[in-house]
């Protein structure tokens, strides 16, 4: 099976802090993405990249970067964190072929 | 912009009966597939089923299906035979092919089947 490995479950930073999270697949998967969900609002895509060192912004960037350096992880980093990205984070990958995702089981970040 | 639209925040069913949730988007594209996701307790998310737009034919999962509805942009899932373990937040989700392969998700619904 394909498995998608978000390094944290929980984490809890300090306001003002750099924050990484990580994702790692072990399925040579071409597209990784990453997504913040909240109660009410679903998932809304932060950013995804579709190769090693490409990436494109999603919907709601601001205030976030990533990094992919290798194939097989995808690194989304708060530049300086605030407690208005207290939330869930999802990291899935999947090929280029519309079958959809596979996800990891999510990072939650309080930041305080 | 597509959007996805699940307008029943939360459904509670007894186990063995049937529900439908419902989905609704919005797209000018006549090629696009669609999804619905299942996120148990536990948070993974799971690929439920997958339907797409050329196809007529509505997709089948085992206990679940879907009524895709192209004209009227709806696609709903049916669930048969609820079981205590389909208890989850499900989310509708839309992918353009012609792009990154991207998915638009609804905000979810939460379903709670009851013993």
């Known amino acids: 099976d394909v498995k998608v490995t978000q390094s944290s479950r929980y984490l809890v930073k300090r306001t003002g802090e750099k924050v990484f999270l990580e994702c790692v697949q072990d399925?040579?998967?071409?597209?990784m993405f990453w997504y913040r969900q909240d109660p009410g609002l679903g998932l809304r895509l932060i950013y995804f990249?579709?190769?090693?060192?490409?990436?494109e912004k999603g919907d709601i960037p601001e205030g976030y970067s990533v990094s992919r350096e290798k194939k097989e992880r995808f690194s989304l980093i708060l530049e300086s964190a605030s407690t208005n990205q207290t939330s869930m984070y999802l990291c899935?990958?999947?090929?280029?072929?519309?079958?959809?995702?596979?996800f990891g089981s999510g990072t939650r970040l309080t930041v305080v | 912009a597509q959007t996805v639209t699940q307008s029943q925040p939360e459904m509670s069913v007894q186990e063995a009966e049937t529900v439908t949730l419902s989905c609704t988007y919005d797209?000018?594209?006549?090629?696009?597939?669609l999804f619905w996701y299942k996120q148990p307790p536990s948070r993974q998310m799971i690929l439920v089923i997958r339907?797409?737009?050329?196809?007529?034919q509505n997709a089948t999962e085992n206990r679940f299906s879907v009524n895709f509805q192209k004209a009227a942009k709806s696609f709903s899932l049916k669930i048969s035979d609820s079981q205590l373990g389909d208890t989850a937040m499900y989310f509708c989700?839309?992918?353009?092919?012609?792009?990154?392969?991207?998915?638009?998700f609804g905000k979810g619904m939460k379903l709670t089947v009851n013993p």
């Open positions: 990249s579709y190769d090693v060192k490409m990436k």
């Open positions: 899935a990958s999947s090929y280029p072929d519309r079958y959809g995702y596979t």
């Open positions: 399925m040579d998967h071409e597209n």
């Open positions: 339907q797409e737009a050329y196809k007529q």
């Open positions: 989700a839309f992918m353009n092919p012609g792009g990154s392969e991207k998915l638009v």
């Open positions: 797209t000018s594209e006549s090629n696009y597939y």
